[in-house]
């Protein structure tokens, strides 16, 4: 079965800090990968995605992912965070050609001024 | 501009006492899910509709069932519904038959209390 795991449950950082959030997933097969990502209060929204092409992709708001297919992982980064990035981070895998979406756990990261 | 929306935001109900939770959406989409997420959890889908064939998650409970009227239109009802199913539902979108098939749309949620 495809799991997705996100090792920082609860990251806390200054601003100006850089940002690296973990992903790992597992699955034998091609895969879409997905950085979600839910303001207080908020819904959950798109920050980026990788569906083929150049590993390194980028989303909005300065973040960026690297998908690394040897090491199942598709890592999170912002190299100067700031204090309306703090949200719950979620990460998401679905197989190709399926409708389905697994999501991690999430990770809660707090910025603090 | 185009969405998913939830109604209501907010829901409380008594243990036992049937509820409904509904979902639209103006993206015309042929896809539509319904999440459970529990504080500090990932969502977890229920079940989702491709048009109007429903898919049951085979670890969701019987008291939990949808209906799709219509495209735009997806219900999530709980015909008996206990503490533990105090929750945020979530109700998300995604189309079909492009690149972007996969990318899912979600709603704002339904916080549900159980007392």
């Known amino acids: 079965a495809q799991s997705v795991s996100q090792h920082n449950h609860h990251v806390i950082l200054s601003e100006a800090a850089s940002l690296e959030l973990g992903c790992n997933y597992s699955?034998?097969?091609?895969?879409?990968l997905f950085w979600y990502v839910q303001y207080p209060g908020q819904h959950l929204q798109l920050l980026l995605k990788y569906f083929s092409g150049d590993p390194l992709v980028k989303g909005i708001k300065g973040f960026e992912a690297e998908f690394i297919k040897s090491k199942f992982s598709f890592n999170l980064r912002k190299p100067s965070v700031q204090w309306s990035d703090t949200a719950e981070y979620f990460c998401a895998v679905n197989a190709k050609n399926t409708d389905k979406l697994i999501f991690g756990t999430g990770t809660r990261l707090q910025v603090f001024p | 501009d185009a969405m998913v929306i939830q109604n209501p935001r907010y829901q409380v109900t008594q243990f036992g006492k049937p509820v409904t939770l509904s979902c639209s959406q103006t993206?015309?989409?042929?896809?539509m899910y319904w999440y459970q997420q529990k504080s500090s959890q990932a969502p977890k889908l229920l079940f989702h509709y491709y048009d109007k064939d429903f898919n049951n998650e085979a670890d969701t409970p019987d008291n939990f069932q949808s209906r799709r009227p219509n495209t735009s239109f997806c219900f999530l009802d709980i015909r008996s519904p206990g503490l533990g199913d105090a929750a945020m539902y979530l109700c998300?979108?995604?189309?079909?038959?492009?690149?972007?098939?996969?990318?899912?749309?979600f709603g704002p949620g339904t916080r549900l209390t159980v007392l």
């Open positions: 998300a979108t995604s189309g079909i038959g492009d690149v972007l098939s996969n990318e899912q749309f």
């Open positions: 993206l015309n989409h042929n896809v």
């Open positions: 699955y034998g097969g091609t895969v879409n």
